[in-house]
């Protein structure tokens, strides 16, 4: 059995239906992410965590690293800071969802 992330991301390169996503770049500054979005511990993938809030703190329009919160089962991190359980931004990778593509019916 593939890997959500396998799946999710060759959804999207080959366009078929179910849940797309692409690799999207996280960094100090302007991370490219919102709600849905998941991040995992790099390069391992063992701790998957959704991207729940994005408060612009600091009032810059961009998504900075400790600007995003997260949720996750494990140890209870709800709407917890990203940056408090990985300081560094390069411990982790990004995967944006992209879509949900519905699955279109053969006509009899």
Known sequence: MPY????????YASDKSGVQAQYGTISSGDCNCDYGDYVAKSPEWSHVLIVVSLPDADADLKHDYNEIYVSAHTTNHNQYQLAMIYPSYTAVT????VRYKTRTRARA
């Open 4 to 11: 959500f992330r396998d799946m999710v991301l060759d959804n």
């Open 94 to 97: 990004l995967v944006r969802i």
